[in-house]
């Protein structure tokens, strides 16, 4: 890692905690740390799931317990167990805690502003620029990659996306029964796997590696869903992939795609994805690719 950008990483985020205020012990002038104030805040009008709360803010469960009671103490929450599930809490604001959910919100403007206002025009445009550029890059860094089992509810989820963009997209529709797919086992080791994209817990992505005895590898239903776009996720599960393939001693990869998917044929075209001839009787695909991997 270059050292120079973990000094600039460092530095900015000295800048950043200074400037926006959380070393302060009363966020925004409130009465409450950052922690609650943002927890509070992301339970929001409709209440959260605590376990999908703390999954999207990645804190530790003992720590959200500590901010919810300190909630709860002050009248602003309420946490009850669902009905169908006692282990599952729901956490929901009262009356109180959405009065103090707009006072933030009315804050956080003003910090906003605040920021904003000594700035010419130019200078504005260029900042909130960069910002959403960090805020992006950010998200992408967050996103993990895990091997799944092909039947886990989260590759199942990702699987049904995938297939419901299909038949979308396609002139023809999609009929997963008429296309080649691969069977659960060939996605299972040592036969394949199945990568699963999560992002701060949800499944946003997938694709499948087909391991063939004495052929190509063969990269199977790469999805990204549209709220996980513009996050580099699509070159990311191809990097895995490829890295995995070479792992298991194979030279190339190989894929096929329909023609609807211009964007996905422009990725694979800048990964470094070749046209070939049709190596299978795949009747969505109008393009086989191949790519050399593992530097022979």
């Not at 669902?82 to 009065?99: H, K, S, W, Y």
Request: glycine letters at 8%; hydrophobic letters at 40%; a neutral charge.
């Amino acid at each position: 890692m270059d050292a120079a950008q973990i000094d600039q990483v460092r530095r900015f985020n000295r800048t950043v905690t200074a400037r926006v205020g959380v070393l302060h012990d009363h966020y925004l002038g409130r009465d409450r740390p950052i922690g609650e104030a943002r927890l509070l805040w992301e339970i929001g009008e409709r209440g959260q799931d605590v376990r999908r709360l703390r999954e999207r803010l990645g804190l530790d469960s003992g720590y959200v317990s500590r901010l919810l009671r300190a909630l709860e103490a002050d009248g602003l929450v309420t946490v009850e167990p669902q009905p169908e599930d006692r282990r599952v809490r729901t956490v929901r604001l009262t009356e109180a805690g959405r009065a103090e959910h707009a006072a933030l919100d009315d804050r956080s403007d003003e910090l906003a502003g605040s920021l904003l206002e000594p700035l010419n025009a130019g200078q504005r445009a260029r900042l909130v620029a960069a910002m959403a550029e960090v805020d992006r890059l950010l998200t992408a860094a967050t996103v993990t990659l895990d091997v799944v089992d092909p039947a886990h509810p989260d590759a199942q989820h990702c699987l049904k996306s995938y297939f419901t963009e299909m038949q979308q997209s396609f002139e023809t529709g999609f009929d997963p029964a008429r296309s080649l797919l691969p069977d659960a086992g060939e996605l299972r080791p040592p036969h394949g796997l199945f990568l699963v994209a999560r992002l701060h817990g949800t499944p946003v992505g997938c694709a499948g590696l087909k391991l063939p005895p004495n052929a190509p590898a063969e990269v199977k239903r790469m999805w990204v869903s549209p709220d996980a776009r513009r996050l580099g996720l699509g070159r990311r599960l191809l990097s895995e992939l490829e890295t995995r393939a070479v792992r298991y001693g194979r030279y190339a990869l190989r894929l096929d795609t329909n023609k609807a998917l211009s964007g996905a044929i422009d990725l694979y075209r800048s990964y470094g994805f070749e046209e070939v001839p049709a190596f299978n009787d795949e009747p969505y695909a109008h393009h086989w690719f191949e790519k050399r991997v593992g530097g022979e």
